[in-house]
């Protein structure tokens, strides 16, 4: 199983002996008599079982592969340590080894002395190609053993795997119900463009694999036209699978719902979509367990996920985390909002992409109305891409949906913003912090009847709401803009992560290029109005930026600005190179490129826990290691959010999580919509925050912790702290 897993990127060989020779070290007189003993008392056998196999994978030939072996059940570790830890354990261990290597030719008769030639030469000869091939074939060879073990214990013949899914029936399942979806919708005057750019991306699947760019305007139809070219790429260069990443939940889990209408049929044996995030409840019956287990080893055709999810488990090293990535190979991914990637994690990211395109099969499509120039970067400086808008300039001019206005000098204030805001009667504000969106809300405060959902004019988002309290308040607002009533909305900048959300006016707090050009696609959206909407780009005096955004907003600042706006296609190249070199992303000393020294090295460990910092206790620089998100949050429970007919099942919950000895990720994740995030900086600011939070798992204050807020929570704002200790999450 594991050979066959992992034929289609070329390891068929080295898989099949990593899983030949995995488990050899059962063999051994100690191992067999702990069985027995296991068998009687149910307990484990608790004896050490990987030495003997690594130790005869890695002289026979498989050289590093034999690491898979060593760390099928506890994971990869740094190449440097294997050899030190293998001695050891052989030294120590002698009689079991020797006990298991005596039966050794009965157990695999068919094993080679010489195993060298089932690695292929590139893997050997190119460090960072050998450190993904590793990667892939330790995949493969977790995945079968799960599935093997998994299979045994429910008394199943064989393991199930799916049977590959026919690309080409899906896309012609796609083709049809999207012009269906169409057909009925309300139409819009930029409709036929998105046509014509769909037609493009599905004609351009016909193209050789590879990377592709599609850059196309907020708006443009993206959604549709990259999982029409994926599917039909996938078809006619025989891919396996296509994988969506997106940034956000929010994003996931609408394309996942649209994805879902196109694609699954009843009368498919599985479910075709999947959808795999923190998000996805897996505990339910039905679909919901065949999601949980494909969600395992994304055995699924047609997958939706993060990039924290993706990219995370690309540089994982646990088994339960990699098991899915022998699934990359041969597949189509569309990284979308691909502009998101964290900045601190590209040199990584880009290089892992690129060796899945040379060497293992895979087509990646790039996805952004803020196409970021990641050419100009060392892992993608030789590569050519494809792009699928070949006169991006033109259609970008006929997609123009706004204007405009720059408020920089002299500055204005937020309540000066919230002024010109109310005057309009309808029109969104964005800007950078909770803060911020609590002091323009403020000025709105009394607009309209607070008391009275229906007549209420102003409305807040921001992470200090849960989520479900920020669909409910999107849900009015979109009620409200398609009626034509008078709305007022103030968000932080997640209003920018794929919200479908049509304003005649947008004011945005100065802030990066891309995030400026993002909020600009919620004005005007549809296209709908007589003339062009408005964008308002204001440095209020008194408004606060994270210190993230210093650099990226330093570089806005030195290629936009009155007369030189921000959809300007041609100058946002310029705008991320001088972002790069802002960052020092080619500087040694930077953590990607550190990340990258120890990939070359095959430290596994290194690369997923960061490097050691005490040899004495084995203590790691977390701030080292590969991290898609440096989530210095706390993550808080609102039960005062929920509906009253919901509240008591969410006290219930709350409470089964605090007295179970083993927490129920059931529990977890029904008290999701009510999870929200504080930044830590809270509590070491605010010591008196500490005293509200009321601990559900693990200690407040340290990582991995969930609490219980028990202050006040707003029903307009959410959790309610003095506005004066500001640090909060964006």
């Not at 599609?214 to 039909?232: D, E, H, Q, V, W």
């Not at 070199?581 to 826990?609: C, K, M």
């Not at 898609?628 to 008591?648: F, G, K």
Request: charged share 20%.
């Amino acid at each position: 199983m594991a050979g066959n897993f992992a034929a289609p990127f070329g390891g068929q060989q080295v898989a099949y002996w990593l899983g030949r020779l995995h488990d050899v070290g059962k063999a051994s007189c100690t191992w067999q008599a702990g069985l027995a003993r296991a068998a009687v008392t149910g307990g484990r056998v608790g004896t050490d079982h990987k030495a003997l196999g690594t130790r005869v994978a890695h002289e026979r030939g498989l050289g590093g592969f034999a690491v898979g072996i060593w760390g099928h059940h506890s994971g990869l570790v740094d190449m440097q340590d294997l050899g030190p830890a293998l001695k050891s354990r052989v030294t120590d261990g002698a009689a079991e080894v020797a006990s298991a290597e005596q039966v050794l030719d009965g157990l695999v008769a068919d094993l080679p002395a010489d195993l060298r030639a089932a690695v292929p030469p590139v893997w050997r000869e190119d460090r960072l190609v050998g450190e993904m091939a590793v990667r892939l074939c330790f995949s493969a060879l977790v995945d079968a053993d799960f599935l093997d073990t998994a299979a045994h214990f429910a008394g199943l013949p064989a393991p199930r795997v799916r049977p590959e899914a026919d690309l080409g029936v899906l896309y012609e399942r796609f083709t049809t119900r999207r012009a269906g979806k169409l057909a009925t919708r309300r139409g819009s005057p930029i409709d036929a463009l998105r046509e014509r750019i769909y037609a493009g991306c599905v004609e351009a699947a016909e193209r050789p694999a590879g990377i592709f760019r599609l850059a196309a305007p907020t708006g443009a139809g993206k959604t549709f036209a990259s999982a029409g070219f994926a599917l039909r790429h996938g078809h006619r260069h025989g891919k396996r699978r296509v994988i969506v990443a997106v940034p956000f939940l929010t994003i996931t889990e609408q394309n996942a719902l649209q994805y879902r209408e196109l694609l699954d049929d009843e009368r498919d044996a599985d479910p075709v979509v999947l959808e795999h995030h923190s998000g996805v409840d897996f505990d339910a019956g039905g679909a919901r367990r065949w999601a949980r287990l494909a969600a395992e080893n994304w055995d699924a055709p047609f997958i939706v996920t993060t990039f924290v999810r993706l990219f995370e488990s690309l540089y994982a090293r646990k088994p339960a985390a990699v098991r899915r990535l022998h699934r990359l190979a041969d597949s189509v991914i569309v990284l979308d909002e691909v502009q998101a990637l964290p900045p601190a994690m590209l040199m990584p990211i880009l290089d892992g992409l690129r060796l899945l395109v040379q060497h293992f099969g895979v087509t990646v499509l790039l996805c952004s109305a803020t196409q970021p120039d990641f050419w100009a970067l060392s892992p993608f400086a030789h590569l050519e891409a494809t792009d699928l808008i070949t006169d991006l300039p033109a259609v970008a001019s006929r997609l123009r949906r706004v204007s405009f206005e720059w408020q920089l000098d002299p500055s204005p204030t937020l309540a000066g913003i919230a002024a010109q805001a109310a005057a309009l009667g309808c029109a969104m504000v964005v800007v950078n912090t909770t803060a911020d969106a609590q002091t323009v809300f403020a000025q709105w405060r009394h607009t309209g009847d607070e008391c009275d959902t229906a007549q209420r004019v102003a409305w807040h988002l921001s992470t200090r709401m849960c989520p479900d309290h920020r669909r409910r308040v999107l849900a009015e607002v979109r009620r409200r803009l398609d009626a034509g009533l008078p709305v007022l909305l103030v968000s932080t900048q997640l209003i920018e992560a794929g919200v479908d959300i049509d304003f005649p006016v947008v004011f945005r707090a100065l802030a990066p290029a891309d995030s400026l050009l993002q909020a600009a696609g919620r004005a005007n959206r549809e296209g709908r109005l007589a003339g062009l909407g408005r964008v308002v780009i204001f440095a209020a005096s008194d408004a606060r930026q994270p210190p993230s955004y210093r650099a990226a907003v330093g570089a806005t600042l030195l290629h936009f600005g009155p007369g030189r706006d921000p959809d300007d296609v041609t100058a946002l190249p310029a705008y991320y190179r001088s972002l790069y070199d802002a960052l020092n992303l080619a500087d040694p000393g930077h953590v990607g490129q550190r990340i990258q020294q120890a990939r070359t090295r095959w430290a596994f460990e290194t690369v997923a826990s960061g490097p050691v910092i005490d040899a004495t206790s084995g203590v790691r620089d977390q701030t080292q290691a590969f991290r898609m998100i440096d989530d210095d949050s706390l993550a808080v429970i609102t039960p005062q959010a929920a509906d009253p007919d919901e509240r008591q099942e969410v006290d219930d919950a709350l409470t089964r999580l605090r007295d179970a000895p083993v927490p129920a990720m059931g529990d977890v994740r029904r008290l999701q919509p009510y999870t929200t995030t504080l930044n830590r900086s809270v509590l070491r600011a605010r010591p008196h925050v500490q005293a509200l939070l009321r601990p559900v798992l693990g200690t407040p204050g340290t990582a991995g912790a969930l609490v219980e807020w028990c202050g006040d929570y707003d029903d307009a704002t959410g959790i309610t702290i003095d506005t004066a200790v500001e640090g909060l999450v964006l």
